[in-house]
């Protein structure tokens, strides 16, 4: 099984170093990079990417400096029936014995919430899906850095039921799930082959508890990567392995057989909890964490998958990583995140301009 995820929040041998506590200020202590930049090399190739032509015009509005759900990061959230909800993640007041404490909420207007019954354990590094008009949420790694075999189902986002603790792909955490032409797929790291060798995996699922292993090995191994279902297919973007973050774009009609779009040094700096949406007929990359910038506030889009413009206006948010953002409203949302003075609790939003 693999390590990866928690050196990266716990031991300060790779990546990231994560532990987030609290003094009697409620002050949250920040990240810390364990490791020299192996990216020093690589040029920035944002000027390369500004096009004034093709840039939208964007209105941006903060609903909320902070609400009732405080400070929050590393959460997973929904649009579902008529209400945003979020599962799980860091919160005002986190320590380090008890780092990921935000619990469940939800909001019937994106801005106002309210607490919900938890479920099962605290956890990062899960994903929550519509699938077949229920909520599924998969996976994740509790407080005591335990990865979860788990599969949780809802049908109104407010009640679940552990559907399944015994899974094929076993425990898995800071995996990718999407819906594709009716089918569930989860891409994971914590693939082994006979060999003992650590791959990429790809699993699909009818009904989000049967799976089939459709393939192994497809693309260079990595976790916390970013996907998203774009004109019928997958794309895939950064993540981290061992070593490096990466930057490549990897794209799947099956989720069987993957191409590489673009490779790593192109597009945006090497990077890691980013979000990728569609929006207005556009892939959407907003913030992360890069050995370059650390918190990065810029803002990708695509409406090709291929060639990326890289916003030029005045972005009015701090950079940001392990924050949500969520298409509602007719608008992209931008949920928390962690930012250089500590977890945020600011809930904002994007607008294309006609």
């Given at each position: 099984?693999?390590?990866?995820?928690?050196?990266l929040f716990i031991i300060p041998l790779s990546v990231i170093t994560?532990?987030?506590?609290?003094?009697t200020d409620d002050d949250v202590a920040q990240p810390e990079i364990?490791?020299?930049?192996?990216?020093?090399?690589?040029?920035?190739?944002?000027?390369?990417?500004?096009?004034?032509?093709?840039?939208?015009?964007?209105?941006?509005?903060?609903?909320?400096?902070?609400?009732?759900?405080?400070?929050?990061?590393?959460?997973?959230?929904?649009?579902?029936?008529?209400?945003?909800?979020?599962?799980?993640?860091?919160?005002?007041?986190?320590?380090?014995?008890?780092?990921?404490?935000?619990?469940?909420?939800?909001?019937?207007?994106?801005?106002?919430?309210?607490?919900?019954?938890?479920?099962?354990?605290?956890?990062?590094?899960?994903?929550?899906?519509?699938?077949?008009?229920?909520?599924?949420?998969?996976?994740?790694?509790?407080?005591?850095?335990?990865?979860?075999?788990?599969?949780?189902?809802?049908?109104?986002?407010?009640?679940?039921?552990?559907?399944?603790?015994?899974?094929?792909?076993?425990?898995?955490?800071?995996?990718?799930?999407?819906?594709?032409?009716?089918?569930?797929?989860?891409?994971?790291?914590?693939?082994?082959?006979?060999?003992?060798?650590?791959?990429?995996?790809?699993?699909?699922?009818?009904?989000?508890?049967?799976?089939?292993?459709?393939?192994?090995?497809?693309?260079?191994?990595?976790?916390?990567?970013?996907?998203?279902?774009?004109?019928?297919?997958?794309?895939?973007?950064?993540?981290?392995?061992?070593?490096?973050?990466?930057?490549?774009?990897?794209?799947?009609?099956?989720?069987?057989?993957?191409?590489?779009?673009?490779?790593?040094?192109?597009?945006?700096?090497?990077?890691?909890?980013?979000?990728?949406?569609?929006?207005?007929?556009?892939?959407?990359?907003?913030?992360?964490?890069?050995?370059?910038?650390?918190?990065?506030?810029?803002?990708?889009?695509?409406?090709?998958?291929?060639?990326?413009?890289?916003?030029?206006?005045?972005?009015?948010?701090?950079?940001?990583?392990?924050?949500?953002?969520l298409v509602y409203e007719d608008e992209l949302w931008i949920f928390?995140?962690?930012?250089?003075?500590?977890?945020?609790?600011?809930?904002?939003?994007?607008?294309?301009?006609?």
């Amino acid at each position: 099984m693999k390590t990866t995820i928690i050196r990266l929040f716990i031991i300060p041998l790779s990546v990231i170093t994560l532990l987030i506590s609290c003094n009697t200020d409620d002050d949250v202590a920040q990240p810390e990079i364990g490791m020299e930049d192996p990216m020093d090399d690589i040029p920035n190739d944002d000027d390369d990417n500004d096009d004034d032509t093709a840039n939208l015009n964007l209105t941006f509005t903060l609903h909320t400096q902070q609400d009732q759900i405080g400070d929050f990061a590393f959460h997973q959230m929904a649009a579902f029936n008529g209400n945003v909800h979020s599962y799980y993640g860091a919160g005002l007041g986190a320590t380090t014995d008890m780092p990921y404490n935000l619990g469940v909420w939800h909001s019937a207007n994106g801005i106002a919430w309210e607490s919900d019954a938890s479920f099962g354990s605290e956890r990062r590094g899960h994903s929550v899906t519509e699938f077949n008009g229920d909520l599924f949420l998969i996976g994740g790694a509790d407080n005591d850095d335990n990865e979860l075999e788990e599969v949780w189902i809802s049908n109104d986002g407010f009640f679940w039921t552990l559907g399944s603790d015994l899974l094929p792909f076993g425990a898995v955490s800071f995996h990718s799930t999407v819906v594709l032409d009716d089918q569930l797929y989860l891409i994971t790291d914590d693939y082994e082959d006979d060999d003992g060798t650590q791959m990429m995996a790809v699993y699909r699922s009818n009904d989000g508890f049967n799976w089939d292993l459709i393939a192994t090995d497809v693309f260079p191994i990595r976790t916390a990567a970013e996907t998203v279902v774009f004109n019928n297919s997958i794309y895939l973007i950064g993540g981290t392995n061992d070593s490096n973050f990466l930057n490549d774009i990897w794209t799947s009609e099956d989720g069987i057989s993957w191409s590489q779009v673009t490779p790593s040094g192109s597009f945006t700096d090497p990077i890691v909890f980013h979000t990728l949406n569609t929006y207005e007929n556009a892939l959407w990359l907003i913030g992360g964490w890069s050995n370059i910038n650390q918190y990065n506030n810029h803002i990708w889009y695509s409406q090709d998958g291929i060639n990326w413009i890289n916003y030029d206006g005045e972005i009015p948010f701090d950079g940001l990583y392990a924050h949500e953002t969520l298409v509602y409203e007719d608008e992209l949302w931008i949920f928390g995140g962690v930012q250089e003075d500590g977890l945020s609790g600011a809930i904002g939003s994007i607008k294309i301009n006609d």
